[in-house]
């Protein structure tokens, strides 16, 4: 099972996967009410996500889709780093690695300086994952001016993109 997982960019085929996976998640498992009607962005991944320097991908698991990652281009030079899930069964397996491994990748490639990102405080588990793979909490007031802050986020962490630059 869990030795066959891909990671892939988002196709629209996947789209209620997608949904059903981060609703699951969001819902039955953190109690948070939010529903699909409060996230358009989930009925548009394409036009919202996969523009400029930003992306989604998913998490596969012959052909099921077990986790999700995305970002947002949202000043040329910086990433927002959104709708990170994870199956809970599949915890533990290295799938949240592998898709902020991509993110990063896809943004050093890019030449992005930073990805930021805003959760809410019942995600401590989500916290000590991004502190283990080199992000460091922020304050609000840290965070690029024009970063895309959601309602219910309290808490705030940045990445500082290394290149590799290579000198003539």
């Known amino acids: 099972m869990k030795n066959s997982i891909q990671i892939s960019t988002y196709h629209s085929q996947y789209q209620s996967q997608v949904i059903d996976l981060i609703?699951?998640?969001?819902?039955?498992?953190?109690?948070?009410?939010?529903?699909?009607?409060?996230?358009?962005?989930?009925?548009?991944?394409?036009?919202?996500?996969?523009?400029?320097?930003?992306?989604?991908?998913?998490a596969l698991d012959e052909g099921k889709v077990i986790g999700t990652i995305a970002a947002i281009d949202f000043d040329s030079k910086n990433l927002a780093l959104r709708k990170m899930f994870v199956d809970n069964s599949y915890r533990g397996y290295g799938v949240g690695k592998k898709l902020l491994n991509s993110l990063v990748s896809w943004a050093g490639e890019r030449k992005v300086g930073e990805i930021c990102l805003g959760t809410i405080d019942k995600f401590t588990v989500a916290h000590k994952f991004y502190e283990n793979n080199g992000f460091v909490r922020v304050t609000k007031s840290e965070l690029p001016e024009s970063f895309p802050i959601m309602l219910s986020d309290n808490i705030f962490y940045s990445l500082k993109i290394q290149h590799h630059q290579t000198i003539e």
Request: net charge negative; aromatic share 14%.
């Open 23 to 58: 609703l699951n998640i969001q819902q039955k498992e953190f109690g948070v009410p939010i529903t699909l009607e409060q996230q358009p962005d989930l009925l548009k991944i394409p036009d919202f996500y996969q523009q400029d320097n930003g992306n989604f991908w998913i």
